[in-house]
């Protein structure tokens, strides 16, 4: 018995020494990193101004980065100049003076901002460009490599219309606006490859603005000159509807490949199961936004002065066509808007 009560009594002592041990151990497995990096974000204001707030991909980068936002206790505030290059100007102006700690925001076109995205960062303000880059680097960019974008493109329509496919070679290019970065660099990876490729002949390459109406005319000019037309490529599928409403019209759809890109949304599926669109390379807007936010964490951060890292963050792009559609492969824009109202 006696040998049974020391057993029981040294079991007892070394529970109790275990549950003291746990105890110092939890203590000692607090995260000592995570509240610095939640305490660097809160209350962080963050100032949002794409080219327009109404469209799909500017919602989705918006929405997304305010879901992050507002998960650490940020400040977050939209403006929406409506595709006006002055407005946009203005409201960037108006910015500064505010002196948000984050600027994000879509160039317009590669000057219309460069000395204020300049002055922005002398003024101690973070800012990150998001899918058409200016002509000045700041702390990020965020947004596919449009150069290999368009690289990807012309090698596509090669297949398509080069000289094994039995086709006429020609294809058309419905751009932006001419001096845009999707445009701008798309066209210039386009051009790299079929410089060496004279069997493909670019009978058209004119801007729509982003207008889908303008789209939709040019391209039914270009098939009207031209109706064997083999391809066309257009810069982005928000205003490639009216492109592939040209084709359709013209009875053309499944005989001219068409091919576009954009950033995943619903339309995109809906004109790729319906044979708007022949193939779309989707570069995932709400990843771009997740990115953005993550740029934005490692800023604030890091706290180094703004202006003295630079970073290109290029999206990765994913080939879609009809048999790629299924549930859920797109995302809903109006999920994302309303978080933007």
Request: glycine letters at 10%.
């Amino acid at each position: 018995m006696g040998s049974f009560k020391f057993a029981r009594f040294v079991t007892t002592a070394l529970f109790a020494s275990f549950l003291g041990s746990a105890a110092a151990m939890a203590d000692d497995m607090n995260d000592p990193f995570r509240q610095p990096a939640l305490d660097a974000l809160k209350g962080k204001t963050i100032a949002y101004l794409p080219i327009s707030a109404g469209f799909d991909l500017a919602q989705a980068w918006g929405g997304v980065t305010k879901l992050g936002a507002d998960r650490h206790g940020m400040n977050f505030s939209v403006q929406d100049p409506n595709w006006n290059t002055d407005a946009m100007a203005q409201a960037f102006t108006s910015l500064i003076a505010d002196h948000p700690d984050v600027i994000v925001t879509q160039n317009p076109d590669l000057q219309s901002l460069a000395r204020l995205l300049k002055q922005a960062n002398a003024e101690g303000i973070y800012v990150i460009q998001v899918n058409m880059q200016g002509a000045v680097q700041t702390d990020a960019f965020v947004g596919p490599d449009f150069i290999a974008m368009g690289e990807q493109e012309a090698n596509l329509m090669i297949k398509a219309c080069g000289k094994d496919s039995g086709k006429s070679g020609k294809i058309s290019i419905v751009q932006g606006v001419l001096t845009g970065g999707v445009s701008y660099y798309q066209v210039q990876g386009i051009m790299n490859v079929l410089k060496d490729h004279p069997e493909i002949e670019v009978v058209s390459s004119q801007a729509a603005d982003w207008d889908a109406s303008k789209a939709r005319a040019i391209t039914e000019t270009v098939l009207q000159q031209h109706p064997d037309l083999c391809g066309v490529i257009d810069v982005w599928d928000g205003q490639g509807i009216g492109t592939g409403a040209a084709i359709k019209q013209a009875g053309k759809q499944g005989q001219v490949y068409f091919l576009t890109s954009g950033g995943g949304a619903q339309s995109m599926c809906d004109g790729l199961a319906d044979g708007t669109y022949s193939a779309a390379i989707n570069y995932n807007a709400e990843g771009m936004g997740r990115d953005i936010f993550t740029a934005i964490s490692t800023l604030l951060q890091a706290k180094q002065e703004p202006g003295a890292f630079k970073a290109q963050i290029y999206s990765p792009t994913r080939l879609m066509t009809k048999d790629d559609v299924k549930p859920g492969t797109c995302w809903d824009p109006e999920q994302y808007a309303k978080l933007l109202r």
